[in-house]
């Protein structure tokens, strides 16, 4: 999936734990965004990142944090999973610029909370 | 504000029959538009875009979007179905911008009829 890479593919966890997903890219791309899937909602951007230690929040943020220490290496954190926050997560990286680029997505993690 | 709607969650086509997917947008600015592919348990792959070149946009696997201002609408079609087209379908937009962040309709599933 051109050089990224999400862990874990499938977790089940229970309400009220913390759980951490990391999506990792071979590619150095400067920008590197968090997306959560749901059925009749399409994607949904959570969080993205512009470089090391630059994030913003999207959309549905909240109940979200990430970290980026590293170019290559974005990490979602659930600090207390909801049923809510079942769902698929998609990360996808790009390059800056004029917005013409597209995005390259990585395969998902499937994380059903129970 | 911008965004994209997909009339249509779900559509069904006969092998060989023309396949029509619907995109409209909304954009103050001239947005970059994009169709990605969603095949089951897969991340999302870049199918075509508009970058404001040509306005009749062709893309893999026999695709093609064009691009009416007049309209507001990046409409999919390809003209003969195949069964393996059949997958969920995602028009994008790009409003440009440093942050490079996609709006993402809700998706339109293709089913195939053999």
């Known amino acids: 999936d051109a050089g990224i890479t999400q862990s874990p593919r499938h977790k089940v966890t229970e309400t009220g734990t913390p759980v951490t997903l990391r999506c990792h890219q071979t590619?150095?791309?400067?920008?590197m965004y968090w997306y959560r899937q749901d059925p009749g909602h399409g994607l949904r951007l959570i969080h993205y990142?512009?470089?090391?230690?630059?994030?913003d929040k999207g959309e549905v943020s909240d109940g979200y944090s990430v970290s980026r220490s590293k170019t290559e290496d974005f990490l979602l954190t659930l600090e207390s999973a909801t049923s809510s926050q079942t769902s698929v997560y998609f990360c996808?990286?790009?390059?800056?610029?004029?917005?013409?680029?597209?995005?390259?997505f990585g395969s998902g993690t499937r994380l059903t909370v129970v | 504000a911008q965004s994209v709607t997909q009339l249509g969650s779900h559509v069904s086509v006969s092998e060989g029959a023309l396949v029509l997917l619907r995109c409209n947008y909304s954009?103050?600015?001239?947005?970059?538009l994009f169709w990605y592919v969603q095949y089951p348990n897969q991340g999302l792959q870049l199918l075509l875009k508009?970058?404001?070149?040509?306005?009749l946009v062709k893309g893999i696997n026999g695709f093609e979007a064009e691009f009416k201002k007049s309209e507001t609408s990046f409409h999919l079609t390809k003209p003969s179905a195949h069964m393996s087209d059949a997958a969920e379908y995602f028009c994008a937009l790009n409003y440009g911008g440093s942050q490079g962040n996609l709006i993402f309709g809700k998706g339109t599933k293709l089913s195939v009829k053999p």
């Open positions: 508009y970058t404001s070149a040509a306005t």
């Open positions: 590619e150095n791309h400067r920008y």
């Open positions: 990142s512009y470089g090391v230690k630059d994030t």
């Open positions: 954009s103050s600015v001239p947005p970059y």
């Open positions: 996808a990286i790009s390059e800056p610029g004029t917005g013409k680029e597209g995005y390259t």
